[in-house]
């Protein structure tokens, strides 16, 4: 099987309680990319400015991404800056600058278009759209979604719902696009939208996923460090995407091993800034997190 990853390479400039650190590397493709590549070896699309580094993008290559698809355009990579309060669920947009974002026309190589699984990872939902055309007979699209293109571009995202199968967004996203409170029917709407399966991320409290006939609950790995959790959702996704990419079906169990997997690498992510604790893990730290999650909620 093969998966194609669209998203954001971008420098993150975050504020923590305690820190800050400026223009670090970021990006929805570079946390999803890197947690894919823990089961897959997963193709991206992304545009970086000349002001990227080149070493992280050889770093991506050494842990087996594809990044053909990268295009490196004259001008400034994107530039998201983000603060956490005391409540690593709750953060605030400082500023985004698309910059070399805005006149992006992202392109599937031809081998590219060919791949099993899609990730429209979050980006602007009009470039999402361009990308969901490209792809030529995927067996599985999933998206991602963050509240700034629900407010901006309302009726995009709402023409790429319909083309997906797996939507991924936050509580709190999942309820400005259904106006619902209740999650299982903020859910069934989404349903009711497009996706045959809806991944409602809950921070710190896990993931609800809802299909027609199917309802799982992952718990979020409990971290007794959380340092920084940008990147947490993307993580999951990837690591999501890219099991079941190297499962080869998306049964239910399929499904609910893949959230497990998401729960795990995503606690990585937030163990450290940036990509650094996510950059490097080994086999038998991912299979130990994955035992001791079952050990917590089997009974
Ligand atoms: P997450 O914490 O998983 O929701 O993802 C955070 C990442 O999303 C950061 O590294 C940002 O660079 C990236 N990001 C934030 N806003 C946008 C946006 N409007 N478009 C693309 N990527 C974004």
Known sequence: MSLVIVGSLAFDTIETPTERKERIIGGSCSFSALAASYFTSPQIVAVIGDDFPQEFISLLNRRGVDTRGVTREAGKTFHWEGRYGDDPNQRTTIRTELNVFQDFKPRLLQDYAAADIVFLGNIDPELQEDIRRQAQKPRLVAMDTINLW???KPEALVRVLKEVDIFFANDEEVRMITDELNLIKAGKKLLSMGPSLAVIKKGEHGALLVGEEFMFGVMA???????????????????????????????PEDFRRAAAYGSVLASFTIEDFSVERLKDISAQEIEDRLQALRGLVSF
């Open 150 to 152: 629900i407010n901006t």
């Open 221 to 251: 790995y409990p971290c007794e460090t959380v340092i920084d959790p940008t990147g947490a959702g993307d993580s999951f996704a990837g690591a999501f995407l890219g099991y079941l990419d190297r499962a080869g079906s998306f049964r």
